[in-house]
């Protein structure tokens, strides 16, 4: 493998995407001795209203290879969908968040987390009453859950996956179709998919500002959200500009660094009660951006 350093000096793992090279291997082995040992991390990053509000919080995997260092999601999430390991890294994620929800729900911070979800999730059998299990063992009530799919539940077995969804929702889970614009964006799969929020994926976000094209798309994805009822997040804000256009385009919530990257349990309470959030949803600082 190839080693390079991202931009805090820790060691970020690279491979070559697409074949069961013996490192692959590697990794997939290592992975399951640290999902087993407890070593894989979750980092939590705010959703937020133009007023300031927090919508809720993403949880986002972290995995930290002994050796390797930093190993990116996209990574790892990728070997463990094509070997197998997805349900226990899902199962692990859920368990993370829902004990950590509850952790925050016993000091008055009632904050909704986010977790992504595969296709393989969707398509497992018996997965929302799992989730719904989960959560009674919590003692976690199912709004403060969200689950964030893409549309390639929709490949395999679109009436499993739908029947999946409808359990979910059935229970009172949220669904988020997450990377909206980068899959097929096919408007069945919008009519189809019981999903109460849109996040719009950051390659159309990035250059929103710049891009008069980009702005359009984003122009008509929330248009077309608004008009099926649900709310559009966007992610990937870095600056006040973006900020801005997306607020004057009419989307609901914004993700990214300029607000918030996804930080550790202790830092996102920090983070939390420094902007008074919790029990009160009550916006206390200026949103990021302009005031
Ligand atoms: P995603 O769900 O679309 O998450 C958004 C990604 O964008 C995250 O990358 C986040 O750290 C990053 N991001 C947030 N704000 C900004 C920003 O302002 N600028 C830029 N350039 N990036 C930003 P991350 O954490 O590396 O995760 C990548 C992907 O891995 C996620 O994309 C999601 O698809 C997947 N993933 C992460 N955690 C989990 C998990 O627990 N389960 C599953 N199934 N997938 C996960
Ligand atoms: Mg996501
Ligand atoms: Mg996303
Ligand atoms: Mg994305």
């Given at each position: 493998?190839?080693?390079?350093?991202?931009?805090?000096?820790?060691?970020?793992?690279?491979?070559?995407?697409?074949?069961?090279?013996?490192?692959?291997?590697?990794?997939?082995?290592?992975?399951?001795?640290?999902?087993?040992?407890?070593?894989?991390?979750?980092?939590?990053?705010?959703?937020?209203?133009?007023?300031?509000?927090?919508?809720?919080?993403?949880?986002?995997?972290?995995?930290?290879?002994?050796?390797?260092?930093?190993?990116?999601?996209d990574e790892f999430i990728a070997i463990a969908e094509s070997s197998g390991l997805m349900p226990h890294l899902t199962e692990y994620v859920l368990e993370s968040a829902l004990a950590q929800v509850a952790r925050w729900r016993s000091q008055g911070l009632n904050v909704p987390v986010a977790v992504n979800v595969s296709p393989r999730d969707v398509h497992t059998p018996g997965f929302a009453g799992?989730?719904?299990?989960?959560?009674?063992?919590?003692?976690?009530?199912?709004?403060?859950?969200?689950?964030?799919?893409?549309?390639?539940?929709?490949?395999?077995?679109?009436?499993?996956?739908?029947?999946?969804?409808?359990?979910?929702?059935?229970?009172?889970?949220?669904?988020?179709?997450?990377?909206?614009?980068?899959?097929?964006?096919?408007?069945?799969?919008?009519?189809?998919?019981?999903?109460?929020?849109?996040?719009i994926d950051r390659s159309f976000v990035a250059r929103l500002a710049v891009d008069t094209e980009d702005a359009e798309i984003v122009r008509c994805t929330v248009d077309l959200a608004h008009s099926l009822g649900l709310l559009v997040v966007a992610e990937g804000v870095e600056?006040?500009?973006?900020?801005?256009?997306?607020?004057?385009l009419g989307c609901d919530a914004v993700q990214g660094w300029l607000v918030a990257a996804a930080m550790p349990p202790s830092e996102t309470t920090a983070w939390l009660r420094a902007r008074g959030e919790g029990a009160t949803h009550r916006p206390v600082d200026p949103a990021p951006g302009p005031a």
């Open positions: 493998y190839q080693a390079k350093r991202d931009r805090t000096g820790v060691e970020v793992y690279e491979s070559k995407r697409d074949s069961n090279t013996p490192d692959r291997l590697g990794l997939l082995g290592d992975l399951r001795r640290a999902l087993d040992a407890g070593d894989v991390e979750l980092h939590y990053q705010p959703k937020v209203r133009f007023d300031g509000e927090v919508a809720g919080l993403e949880a986002l995997v972290r995995w930290v290879h002994p050796e390797r260092g930093k190993v990116p999601p799992a989730v719904a299990a989960r959560l009674a063992r919590h003692g976690v009530p199912a709004g403060a859950l969200q689950l964030e799919i893409t549309e390639h539940v929709l490949l395999e077995d679109p009436q499993r996956a739908a029947d999946t969804l409808a359990g979910l929702t059935g229970h009172g889970v949220k669904m988020s179709l997450d990377d909206f614009g980068t899959g097929y964006s096919s408007l069945v799969h919008l009519r189809r998919l019981p999903v109460s929020e849109l996040k600056d006040d500009e973006t900020w801005e256009r997306l607020r004057d």
